[in-house]
């Protein structure tokens, strides 16, 4: 596993063949189509994410896409749109985009309600239910 430090500052596009931490700040781009990246405390990104795996515990701000999986652990945020088919958010982090949990690229879609009205069932008889009048004791 390769480790950006608390102390190092990163501008331009990562890619690599490996599992990745990053703990310090990344700006730009990050491609890990097989493995994971690992966004520690101190970590703090500002980049298009691309990975197998995704687990943010620190800062993101930029879109995080997963083939597998994202997780979000309780002091991690995000601030961009999240697409992967699982997704585990633990409480107390922070999603400020969409989220799409599609196992494709292309949009799923939507069918329209047909009848959107409520349905009540009745047993016994049914109806309404008698009134009390108001001066009535309870």
């Keep these: 596993m390769a480790n950006i430090g608390k102390s ?9 063949e490996e599992d990745l931490s990053i703990d310090g700040k990344v700006e ?4 890990l189509p097989s493995h994971q ?7 703090q990104v500002e980049a298009e994410i691309s990975a197998k795996r ?3 515990i620190g800062r993101v701000a930029g879109n995080v896409n997963a083939t597998e999986r994202i997780e979000i652990q309780g002091t991690g945020i995000v601030e961009g749109d999240i697409r992967s ?3 585990v958010v633990a409480e107390g982090a922070v999603i400020n985009g969409a989220i799409d949990m599609s196992k494709t690229k292309e949009k799923v879609p939507v069918k329209p309600v ?3 009205k409520p349905r009540a069932t009745a047993s016994g008889g049914g109806g309404a239910l008698p009134q009390r009048p108001a001066s009535a004791p309870r």
């Excluded at 730009?28 to 491609?31: A, E, H, I, Q, Y």
């Excluded at 990246?37 to 970590?43: A, D, K, P, Q, Y």
């Design 8 to 16: 190092i500052s990163i501008k331009g596009d990562l890619s690599g």
């Design 54 to 56: 995704v687990v943010v």
């Design 37 to 43: 990246l690992t966004i520690g405390e101190t970590g």
């Design 28 to 31: 730009g781009r990050v491609d």
């Design 85 to 87: 088919p699982r997704l």
């Design 114 to 116: 047909e009848d959107a």
